[in-house]
């Protein structure tokens, strides 16, 4: 099984695209989990839930002209 955290939080967009497309057939056994940026830069120990082999998804955030928080 492979784990993926996808960053969500002010500014990105398509976070639910991004977990669709990794839980899509063909992808394995696929499991899913929100990965929020205001927990990330406000607790760094967040990462620690990250294991070696995991993978973080970066959606887009094309909401701000295409930039992270610049909102």
Same mark, same amino acid.
Request: charged fraction near 20%; glycine fraction near 14%.
């Given at each position: 099984?492979?784990? &993926? ?15 669709? @497309?990794?839980? %899509? ?8 989990? &929100? ?21 973080? @998804? %970066?959606?887009?955030? @094309?909401?701000?002209?295409?930039? %992270?928080?610049?909102?």
């Amino acid at each position: 099984m492979s784990r &993926w955290h996808v960053l969500v939080g002010e500014g990105i967009e398509c976070e639910k695209e991004a977990a669709r @497309f990794l839980r %899509l057939p063909g992808l394995g056994n696929t499991s899913v989990t &929100w990965l929020r940026l205001h927990d990330l830069l406000s607790k760094p120990a967040t990462l620690d839930s990250i294991q070696s082999g995991d993978g973080v @998804f %970066l959606p887009g955030g @094309f909401s701000y002209g295409d930039y %992270l928080r610049t909102g």
